[in-house]
Nanobody
Framework: VQLVESGGGLVQAGGSLMLSCVASGRTFSSYAMGWFRQAPVKEREFVAAISWSGGGTYYADSVKCRFTISRDNAKNTMYLQMNSLKSEDTAVYYC?????????????????WGQGTQVTVSS
């Protein structure tokens, strides 16, 4: 499945952004999906995951209660609503997923990644 992230931009601290991840192919609705991010000179880290049905979600402690992950399988699209943004949220955000549990997806062990979308939070 091909994944394309969008929705990033420049926002002031305390602001909001919504990211989208559009998937091609018919397997999206079978996949648990996740958002990941990579800040400059840091390793890529897990942000949030969602089950194939959307009924289960899982967040990194750093974004819990500020970010909300969701999906629309009819549109082959996953979202990340980011509120109360902080400067430390600045990163390139990526989506990815596969067959398996959210805990497995959260490990981020994928062979390929998309271009990502840049989120910059100014303080």
């Amino acid at each position: 499945v091909q994944l394309v992230e969008s929705g990033g931009g420049l926002v002031q601290a305390g602001g909001s952004l919504m990211l989208s991840c559009v998937a091609s192919g018919r397997t999206f609705s079978s996949y648990a999906m996740g958002w990941f991010r990579q800040a400059p000179v840091k390793e890529r880290e897990f942000v949030a995951a969602i089950s194939w049905s959307g009924g289960g979600t899982y967040y990194a402690d750093s974004v819990k209660c500020r970010f909300t992950i969701s999906r629309d399988n009819a549109k082959n699209t996953m979202y990340l609503q980011m509120n109360s943004l902080k400067s430390e949220d600045t990163a390139v955000y990526y989506c990815n997923g596969g067959l398996g549990r959210m805990a497995t997806i959260s490990r981020g062990d994928f062979g390929s990644w998309g271009q990502g979308t840049q989120v910059t939070v100014s303080s």
